[in-house]
């Protein structure tokens, strides 16, 4: 049996550690337990999906992820650098440095070209202007757009707008792409298609946390969790019934 080394063990540093994370909305007399305390590790090659009814907290545990809200108690770690300790700019700095984002209702710039929408977030990302064309039609390439290089969002089919959000995602290279319900506005055989191309994403690599209602969507993450009024557990994928 090959034993695993301390040193090899002590790598496998988490990309994000969650501990005892909980959020507490406060609306007048009204206190709402949107998450409870809750630990959660996301580690290099991960294709995590977080399933569960309307109103669970899904959202709520995605945007403490993304560093865009602050929990009530606990702590989000992004690479070993605790997010509550750092300043807003900084924050932002390792959201765009680590994170890649993907919405439901995908969040593209109307009046831009698919290319000229991932050339922007190549800007933001500090590539320079030289190399965004080039690097734009890649990550469109690599998501099956070559051909749709110059089209406007309008001029897109559902599917292939949410594939030029995810090159976008891809853009800054990030260590994690967080995908708020990718799915949710695609009919059942283009959110199979979305899903199949973050497979080969994760196949190649790449880390993914992807949040939806769809159980036969989540099925096909490698690590399942299942939310129910703001409390998580793990389960196996493949044992997950529809039912849950
Ligand atoms: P999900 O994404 O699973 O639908 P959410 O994370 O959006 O669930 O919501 C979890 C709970 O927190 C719900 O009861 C919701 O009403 C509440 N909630 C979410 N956001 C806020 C907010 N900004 N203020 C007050 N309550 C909120």
Redesign the pocket.
């Known amino acids: 049996m090959t034993e695993v080394s301390p040193t090899s063990k002590a790598k496998r540093e988490p990309l994000i550690s969650v501990r005892n994370l909980e959020r507490v909305?406060r609306?007048g007399e009204q206190t709402?337990h949107?998450l409870r305390p809750l630990d959660l590790e996301i580690h290099q090659g991960d294709f995590i999906a977080i399933a569960?009814p309307?109103?669970?907290?899904?959202?709520?545990l995605l945007q403490l992820l993304g560093l865009v809200d602050s929990p009530t108690h606990g702590e989000v770690r992004v690479r070993d650098r605790s997010a509550q300790e750092l300043g807003g700019e900084q924050r932002a700095a390792l959201r765009l440095r680590t994170l890649g984002f993907v919405f439901q209702a995908f969040n593209l710039l109307q009046m831009l070209t698919a290319r000229q929408n991932v050339e922007i977030a190549l800007a933001l990302a500090g590539v320079p202007r030289r190399q965004r064309r080039n690097r734009a039609v890649e990550l469109l390439s690599a998501v099956g757009l070559a051909q749709r290089l110059e089209h406007r969002p309008l001029q897109l089919s559902g599917g292939e707008r949410q594939r030029v959000a995810i090159a976008r995602a891809l853009a800054n290279n990030p260590d994690v792409i967080l995908a708020d319900e990718p799915t949710g506005n695609l009919d059942s055989q283009t959110g199979r298609e979305i899903v199949s191309l973050l497979e080969d994403l994760n196949r190649a690599g790449q880390t993914i946390v992807m949040v939806t209602h769809n159980l036969e969507i989540a099925r096909r993450a490698s690590r399942l969790f299942l939310?129910r009024d703001?409390g998580i557990r793990e389960v196996d994928p493949s044992a997950a019934r529809t039912e849950e």
Do not use: D
């Not at 309307?54 to 709520?60: A, H, L, N, Q, R």
């Open positions: 909305y609306l709402i949107a569960g309307s109103g669970s907290g899904k959202s709520t939310m703001g």
